[in-house]
Each structure stands twice: as structure tokens, then as C-alpha cells.
């Protein structure tokens, strides 16, 4: 484990500082005016506290740079609704980026002056008499009511068909409709698929996915098992077996590297690389400095992972629990 640990913390190499300030911090974008873009969507109260500055070929935007951390929680909800990934995030030295844009001051000389309110003057219109022939007061047919067995109910947004006249001395067949139900088997929602096999990492691999690392127990190490997600730029180290705090950090996909970071991107630090896809898993090897450092697993469901590290595993729905899906479980039905 300390081997593990020691790799995470190569991956995420971030320097704290004694004066930290705290900013609330929407993501890391390549694209500027896809970015303007997006904050000009943002109400005017939240966009006159965005900065956006450049570091290396990224473009971060942020709102607010305080020493306070609590002054920004009941702010950072607001944010959210309109980047999903923006977080509280603290640094010494974001300030010292070239500044892109500052919306606090573009929004303080964009405001117009406040125009007089004039109320609009009601002019009298006289209304114009038009005269109406009466209308004549048709008689409405009756129509013989026909009954509806219980079997025809199930049937729904049926059109009526249209009315067959009978010939004399012909026996009409007799129509019916029959609904067929199709028995979704229970094997059928918790059926492995295939996952797509990619030759490097990339955004469509690691977007909006998750997996399972295993680190098979040695004779100083327990076994270990980390759910490993990944957001837009964003990853989240969760243990699940294994004495191991929750971690955090940005990626960056380049080429065949998978870099990780957790305040600026630099191409000099620690990466991954993904060497081979296997049947229900894919080998991912990190390095630092030039060197191998080793090869770990990341598995795709966590009974698989489980059953490498020797540990028992679940089935059905007890697996979707144990996996945190079933808040989307339950809300599709």
C-alpha cells in the first residue's frame, strides 16, 4: 500500500503555501470562445465575479479569491447550475497568471444609466356594434352505445377501423388483436457488454466512466480495491477496500499519456500509460522521471475486481448498491 500511495502522491503533486486563497473554480478549458461562451450564459449577479486567466495553453476561469473558504459555500451551488464541475478550489498563486478577462470590470462599465419610468396614457376606444344572425339549433343524432370487454382495455391509442359493410350470404371473419408482452428476463439488466477497446486514453474512454483498481495484497501490503471516476476534468480516488483517505485531482489526455495534476499542468511531471485491454479488465503502467515505475489493473465491474484480490462477491442488485449506481437505478423507473 505504501508503494501505491507513494505513486498517487507523484501523480498529484501540489504545493501548498502558508498564505492559501480560496476561489471557486469552474474547470480548465483549451477552447477561449466556447468558454466566453458559456459564461456570458451566466447571470450578470454571478459573471461580474469571474476572472479568467491562462496557464500554458489552458484557460481557467474562476470566481471570487478569498482567504474565507466557508464564505464560498453557499456561493458554489449557484455556479454549478451552469458548470457542473466548478469546485472550491485554494491556491497561492492563481493571481499570478496572465489575466485573459475580467468580467467585474467590463460589468461595471457595461451598466446603463436608469431611465425615467413615463406611464403610458390609456386612450378610449368606442366599441363597434355588429349584428349577428341567429344561429339555427341542430338535432344531435344518438348513437348506440357499444360495450367494451376488460381484454380490450389494456389496448391504448388504437385508431378506430373503419366500418365494413356486410354482403348478403358472406360470414364476416371475426378480427382480434393480440398483445404480446415481451418478458424482460432479469439476467437481461445485469448482462455484461463488452467495453469498447481504445489504444490510448482519451476523453471518450474516461469521461463520465469509472473503474476499479486492484493492488493485489503482498507480504507487507493488505489487498486494496479504489474506485477510480473520472468527470470532464476531473478524477476522485474513493477507497472501498483498504485504509486510504478520499483523493481528488485535474487530467489532462495528450498523445498516449494520461497526466494528472492538482493546480497547473506540466508535461514534466508523473503519467500513465495504457498498455493492454483484457477480457474484463485493462493494464495501465505509471512513470516518473523516464522510469517504469509498475503496472497496475483497472477492472471494469468491482465482482471482478474482487474475485483477483480473493475477496467474495455479490450479485444483482446487491452489486448495484455496492457500486453507487442505484440513485439512477430507481429514478428511470
Known sequence: MIRLLVILTLLIHGTHASSQKYFIQFGS????????????GLPSSLRSHVLIVRSNSWYIPFAYHTSNKNALKS?????????????????????????????????????????RYIPPVKQYKQPLLQYAPPVKRQAIPKYQNVAISPEDNILTNIQPLAPITPTPGVTQAVVTQKVVRKQVEENDVFSDVQPKKYKNFSKQMLSGQHYYLAYKKTDSNPNLLIKVSFGNHQVTYQPVIGEMKMTKANYVTEGDRLYMFADTFTRNGSFSKLDEHRSNHFLVSSWAKGKKLNTLRYYYKMNDAKEYLGLGTSDGLAEILSEGDYDDFFLDE
Open 75 to 115: 456561493k458554489l451551488p449557484l455556479y454549478k447550475r451552469y458548470f457542473k464541475d466548478a469546485r472550491i478550489a485554494n491556491s497561492s498563486y492563481i493571481l499570478n497568471h496572465p489575466l485573459v478577462r475580467n468580467y467585474a470590470t467590463e460589468t461595471r462599465t457595461q451598466v446603463a444609466p436608469k431611465r
Open 29 to 40: 478549458f483549451k477552447n477561449l470562445k466556447g468558454l466566453e461562451k458559456s459564461i456570458d
